[in-house]
């Protein structure tokens, strides 16, 4: 019996990185009722791919981040694609640098969220200007990379303990 209980708690802690950030999409994109309010909202779920992508690339595996960017796409009504893209080269990318920021104070990898967050904004104006074959204005998206770039400390400080609760069981 204690084996079954073992390998349940096994397997809800290996889920913690996909359900954390697919809750993230979902609370992400919930409608407020606020005209004009879904341009500007940060993805926040792409702090949690970066994070993830870092610190537990094993329990956020690459069809994992696509799927979760898809999710997002799909809820969201934007380019089929886009977010799953997104996703999924930041996590690899995260995934591939992991060692470089293990160990390193939190200041370096907020720093590094700012790049790698104002690169993924940039690829999703560049993107989405092609999509709709016009000029997006950028204004909307820089105000959702500022917002997201505010929110790395706070959303980290959760998926932190979330990371050292999974790691104890």
Known sequence: MNAVVD???????????????????????????????????????????????IYRPDLLPAIAAFAIGLFHDVLSGGALGLYAFIFLVVRAVMASQRRFFLGKPFYVEWWAFMVVGAAAFLTQWVLASLYVGAYVKPGPLAIQALLTITLYPVLTGLMIRLRHAITRI
Do not use: C, K
């Open 7 to 53: 390998r349940l708690a096994q397997f809800g802690s290996n889920a913690v990185p996909g359900v954390v950030t697919l809750l993230l999409v979902i609370i992400g994109l919930v409608p407020l009722g606020i005209p004009q309010l879904g341009l500007v909202v940060p993805p926040i779920a792409l702090i949690a791919v970066y994070y993830w992508g």
